[in-house]
């Protein structure tokens, strides 16, 4: 199995600052790297996918980098909205396996 | 546009057997590269992927838990089933159906979920 390593596992940040979130694969899964954000009580919403294309409808504030075993969520500047928390996940190989998350709160 | 929904009961007692169903609109599973997931999250935890279905009948387990999954479809209802036996109460998670699409899969759509508890 390929085991996904975020970090951090936590993150304070403000309204308006640029945030990065790591994720790394114990192994080489391409570019098969999707994130997604979830909110209290509600279900994954994809944001990436294919490691850097942006999924319709999300805000281009939201990117999305790396290949082979490291990947990056950036978002630009954040929004009230942002504060979530983050998981990536591989598509490579069975089982598609989740990172642990991320939980992005306000500072 | 694309909605799943899940259902099943809420309340299992330990060593039953669960059976979720994920109703879909908006695509059909028998689309060329469609494919139907369900994951699952316990209470403040990461969430785990479990099982997919094909538009070619192929089936894909967890590779820690595929000697109690089993997943299937109906076309003509649209529907997607997913049968856990053995529950325990480490199981207790909500459950969530989702599309899982495309030339790289990501999983695009995703159901409300459903929480099931194991409990005597």
């Known amino acids: 199995d390929i085991q996904m390593t975020q970090s951090p596992s936590s993150l304070s940040a403000s309204v308006g600052d640029r945030v990065t979130i790591t994720c790394r694969a114990g192994?080489?899964?391409?570019?098969?790297l999707n994130w997604y954000q979830q909110k209290p009580g509600k279900a994954p919403n994809l944001l990436i996918y294919?490691?850097?294309s942006l999924q319709s409808g999300v805000p281009s504030r939201f990117s999305g980098s790396g290949s082979g075993t490291d990947f990056t969520l950036t978002i630009s500047s954040l929004q009230p909205e942002d504060f979530a928390s983050y998981y990536c996940q591989q598509s490579y190989t069975n089982p598609y396996s989740f990172g642990q998350g991320t939980k992005l709160e306000i500072k | 546009q694309v909605t799943l929904k899940e259902s099943g009961p809420a309340l299992v007692k330990p060593t039953q057997t669960l059976t979720l169903t994920c109703n879909f609109s908006?695509?059909?599973?028998?689309?060329?590269?469609?494919?139907v997931s369900w994951i699952r999250q316990p209470p403040g935890k990461a969430l785990e992927w479990l099982a997919r279905?094909?538009?070619?009948?192929?089936?894909i387990y967890s590779t820690s838990l595929e000697t109690r999954l089993t997943i299937s479809k109906d076309i003509s209802k649209n529907q997607v089933v997913l049968t856990m036996a053995n529950m325990d109460p480490v199981d207790t998670a909500t459950y969530f159906c989702?599309?899982?699409?495309?030339?790289?899969?990501?999983?695009?759509?995703w159901g409300q979920g459903i929480l099931v508890t194991v409990s005597a």
């Open positions: 279905i094909d538009w070619d009948d192929a089936k």
């Open positions: 294919a490691a850097s």
């Open positions: 192994q080489t899964v391409g570019i098969y």
């Open positions: 908006g695509f059909s599973l028998t689309t060329s590269g469609m494919r």
């Open positions: 989702a599309r899982f699409y495309g030339g790289h899969p990501q999983l695009d759509y």
